[in-house]
Antibody, heavy 121, light 111 residues
Framework: EVQLVESGGGLVRPGGSLRLSCAAS????????MSWVRQAPGKGLEWVAN????????YYVDSVKGRFTISRDNAKNSLYLQMNSLRAEDTGLYYC??????????????WGQGTLVTVSS | QSVLTQPPSVSGAPGQKVTISCTGN?????????VHWYQHLPGRAPKLLIY???HRPSGVPDRFSGSKSGTSASLAITGLLAEDEGDYYC???????????FGGGTKVTVL
């Protein structure tokens, strides 16, 4: 069974940092692009970042560029999101997702259960 | 404000058909990128419903169907069931933003 399990969320003050992790199992992790998608309270889904199979290319939504870094360790079947200079508007549920269909026509399947990030003083 | 425009809500009686539109522009849907649809039920993780404009993953009932034309796409739900209540999102790639974009989401209510 394909499974994605996120961890690392929590309460952090504005300007602080947090590192999210995602443990993948049930598929050949090193052959898939991977993404992070978030949902702010009461809002819709927002794609945050993705990373190529070998980790040499990554892309970000404009609002997190320069603050967030996506990375992966294929030997550990793990995906990460390093979040620095956090703002209140970064608050939300962060989902780890597997990309299907290639880099430009990619869909997201499956989704993890999410890890909650709260940025507040 | 989302790059892809969806109606905030649609509703229908059990057994009826509802349709959700997703309108983009020449940088996303109109640029021939595929549209995908997700179902997000309360308390659950989002689930892929339609990929590649019209394809259903294994296990998704054929009551759900997708289509795309020009700068818009649609999701149709026929034979509406109470268990279909939730939020539905469209998603595609945007060349101007160099990444994926979602619609604002549509809440489906079964009357």
């Amino acid at each position: 069974e394909v499974q994605l399990v996120e961890s690392g969320g929590g309460l952090v003050r504005p300007g602080g940092s947090l590192r999210l992790s995602c443990a993948a199992s049930g598929f050949t992790f090193s052959t898939y692009w991977m993404s992070w998608v978030r949902q702010a309270p009461g809002k819709g889904l927002e794609w945050v970042a993705n990373i190529k199979e070998d980790g040499i290319k990554d892309y970000y939504v404009d609002s997190v560029k320069g603050r967030f870094t996506i990375s992966r360790d294929n030997a550990k079947n793990s995906l990460y999101l390093q979040m620095n200079s956090l703002r209140a508007e970064d608050t939300g549920l962060y989902y780890c997702v597997r990309d299907g269909g290639g880099s430009y026509n990619n869909w997201f399947d499956p989704w993890g259960q999410g890890t909650l990030v709260t940025v507040s003083s | 404000q989302s790059v892809l425009t969806q109606p905030p809500s649609v509703s229908g009686a059990p057994g009826q058909k509802v349709t959700i539109s997703c309108t983009g522009n020449s940088s996303n849907i109109g640029a021939y990128y595929d549209v995908h649809w997700y179902q997000h039920l309360p308390g659950r993780a989002p689930k892929l419903l339609i990929y590649g404009n019209r394809h259903r993953p294994s296990g998704v009932p054929d009551r759900f169907s997708g289509s795309k034309s020009g700068t818009s796409a649609s999701l149709a739900i026929t034979g509406l069931l109470a268990e279909d209540e939730g939020d539905y999102y469209c998603q595609t790639h945007d060349s101007g933003l160099s990444g994926s974009v979602f619609g604002g989401g549509t809440k489906v209510t079964v009357l």
